[in-house]
């Protein structure tokens, strides 16, 4: 199982960047997917939910009305669209898989760096 | 939102010897709770849910416990790799919420 963040860049206050996250090694159309961010040398935030058909999609209110979460099961890919991006979304990016009944996020890819600054 | 405390913030201990981590909510979560596990430089890696349960190659120095609102992780015997920093995490329905984490050193 492997999953593999790409997209972080660096970006203006009130610019837009989409994430990528490819998922081999599982079946990933019947996986629930997420976004975890972390401010680095700080603590974990969660972001948004998927489910595996896209039924249902969750946000963290910091995000809430800015970004959107979709997915490609043709494609085993995962993306996060982050618009009107502010300093404080500066973190690593995290995608991770729905496990263990559910509740549970595991594994998690490597993370991609997401700066927001002028 | 549910809380989640943890304590200490640093845990100093030698290899071998046992380590005791606390995790309060703020309310109950159902005993749905997991610990996860960051050494510098990775992403975090699932080692304990629904309080107690090892998730799969985690070895058995791992034990979950607790209920309702108190939950603690321990590792019965230190291993060098062990140090690291440890965050509890819940899901209240479809959002969840991590703790602060408790960074374990070696002393």
């Known amino acids: 199982v492997q999953l593999v963040e790409s997209g972080g860049a660096l970006v203006k206050p009130g610019g837009s960047l989409r994430l990528s996250c490819a998922a081999s090694g599982f079946t990933f159309s019947s996986s629930g997917m997420h976004w975890i961010r972390q401010i680095p040398g700080k603590g974990l935030e969660w972001v948004s939910a998927?489910?595996?058909?896209?039924?249902?999609?969750y946000y963290a209110d910091s995000v809430k009305g800015r970004f959107t979460v979709s997915r490609d099961n043709a494609r085993n890919s995962l993306y996060l669209q982050m618009n009107r991006l502010r300093d404080e979304d500066t973190a690593v990016y995290y995608c991770?898989?729905?496990?263990?009944?559910?509740?549970?996020?595991?594994?998690w890819g490597q993370g991609t760096l997401v700066t927001v600054s002028s | 939102e549910i809380v989640l405390t943890q304590s200490p913030a640093t845990l100093s201990l030698s290899p071998g010897e046992r380590a005791t981590l606390s995790c309060r909510a703020s309310q109950t979560v159902n005993n749905y709770l997991a610990w996860y596990q960051q050494k510098p430089g990775q992403a975090p890696r699932l080692i304990i849910y629904?309080?107690?349960t090892r998730a799969t190659g985690i070895p058995a120095r791992f034990s979950g416990s607790g209920s309702g609102t108190d939950f603690t992780l321990t590792i019965s015997s230190l291993e060098p790799e062990d140090f690291a920093v440890y965050y509890c995490?819940?899901?209240?329905?479809?959002?969840?919420?991590f703790g602060g984490g408790t960074k374990v050193e070696i002393k």
């Open positions: 629904d309080t107690s």
């Open positions: 998927i489910a595996p058909s896209s039924s249902y999609k």
């Open positions: 991770a898989k729905e496990c263990c009944g559910g509740n549970w996020f595991d594994p």
């Open positions: 995490q819940q899901r209240n329905n479809w959002r969840g919420t």
